[in-house]
């Protein structure tokens, strides 16, 4: 899955108007409005915000979409159809219009907003999204640097850790190690592990 690393901007002219297509990344619908509101917020006299958002990748995904006041599907639609197209999650992008007094035409203004689009995604960077969980992990002392080893072996971090009767680590670690994770760290103490997941992030 891949979002957005980081927020871009573009900015064309088609016919007289002003086009400026931002885009962000947003890991909920309360961030994408939050980003949409930031945009309007800073050019409150443009004549239109047209956005489309991307919560979520594959088949889980909420969409959203607004033609702002463009003659319906001329704008919004066509915006979130590019999106849809990009392969990015987790996505928010709105296209800002300053009206330059030509009229567009319905085929005018779904090219202008679809190519506006296009452009702000052929430049934003991207990263990989990469499900992580967290498990909790109490070892005896004398396994503890062992275990501190596996973690880094297998692309973990160690957010907290406990020194009691045993030593406990919250470990953060990309879904896709858990399992051969578990399986060296109950190697590596023969069984005296005890492995407990805690939540998904």
Known sequence: MFIP???????????????????????????????????RAEMPDASHHVYAYIIGHGATTTLGMSDDGEPSGTAGRP?????????????????????????LGTGGLVRAYSDAARAVLAIVPRAQKIE????????????YETVRRIVEAHAGS???????????LHVLLPVAE????????????????????????
Do not use: H
């Open 178 to 201: 858990s399992v051969g994770f578990t399986y060296a760290v109950r190697e590596a103490t023969a069984g005296q592990a005890a492995i407990a997941a805690v939540e998904a992030s």
């Open 132 to 143: 992580r969980c967290t498990l909790l992990v109490s070892v005896p002392y004398a396994a």
């Open 5 to 39: 690393s980081e927020r871009a901007r573009t900015d064309m002219r088609v016919s007289n108007s002003r086009f400026i297509a931002s885009v962000a990344p947003a890991d909920s619908v309360e961030a994408a409005r939050a980003f949409i509101a930031d945009v």
């Open 158 to 168: 160690i957010a907290d850790e406990t020194f009691a009767a045993d030593v406990t």
């Open 79 to 103: 915006v979130l159809a590019v999106l849809q197209g990009s392969g990015l999650g987790d996505v928010a992008l709105v296209v800002t219009r300053y009206f330059g007094g030509t009229l």
